[in-house]
C-alpha cells in the first residue's frame, strides 16, 4: 500500500474512531444512569471501557511490531473492552432492532477499521524486513527446508 494510501486511512480510521467514540459514549452514559450510576460516575464509566479498548489495541500494535511481548493479554484487554462497548450500546436500546443496529454500527465500523489497520501494520512489517535480507515471520509460509538426497 502506498504511504499517502495509508496515511489516509489512517486519519480516516482516527476520524471513525472519535465519531465512534462520541456516539457510543452517550449511550453508555444513559445505560449507567439507568443502572444506578449518576452524575460523574455515569459519565467516566463509558471512558473507562473506551481507555481500555485504546491502550490494548495500541499495546497489541506496538508488541505486533516488536515482534514480541505479550500481544494475547494485549488484544484480550482489546477484545473485553470491544464486547462492553458492543453490548452496552445494544442494550441502552434495548429491544428496537432498529436503533440497536444503529447503536451497534459505530463500534463495528471502528473494531473492522483497526483489526484491518492493525494486520495491515504488521504485514508491513513482516514485508520490511524481509526485503532488508531477514527472514519473514509470516507463519502462514514456511521457511523453505533444503532437499535432502534419499538415503535409500
Same mark, same amino acid.
Given at each position: ?12 480510521? @482516527? /476520524?471513525?474512531? =472519535?465519531? #465512534? ?6 449511550? &453508555?452514559?444513559? *445505560? $449507567? ?10 459519565q467516566a ?17 506496538? @508488541? /505486533?511490531?516488536? =515482534?514480541? #511481548? ?6 484480550? &484487554?482489546?477484545? *473485553? $473492552? ?15 432492532p432498529v ?13 473492522? /477499521? ?39
Open positions: 500500500m502506498s504511504r499517502l494510501r495509508l496515511t489516509i486511512a489512517e486519519l480516516a480510521i @482516527l /476520524a471513525l474512531t =472519535g465519531l #465512534g467514540f462520541a456516539l457510543s459514549y452517550s449511550s &453508555l452514559v444513559r *445505560l $449507567a444512569e439507568e443502572h444506578g450510576y449518576r452524575g460523574w460516575e455515569a464509566w463509558p471512558i473507562t471501557i473506551d481507555l481500555l479498548a485504546q491502550a490494548g489495541t495500541l499495546l497489541a500494535l506496538e @508488541l /505486533a511490531a516488536r =515482534g514480541s #511481548g505479550p500481544r494475547g493479554e494485549a488484544w484480550g &484487554l482489546a477484545v *473485553l $473492552a470491544a464486547v462492553a462497548t458492543l453490548s452496552g450500546n445494544i442494550l441502552s436500546v434495548w429491544p428496537d436503533s440497536m443496529a444503529l447503536h451497534s454500527w459505530p463500534a463495528i465500523c471502528m473494531l473492522g /477499521a483497526w483489526h484491518t489497520l492493525t494486520r495491515a501494520a504488521v504485514r508491513g512489517e513482516a514485508d520490511t524486513k524481509s526485503q532488508n535480507g531477514r527472514r519473514s515471520t509470516n507463519p502462514a509460509r514456511p521457511p523453505p527446508t533444503r532437499s535432502r538426497p534419499c538415503s535409500c
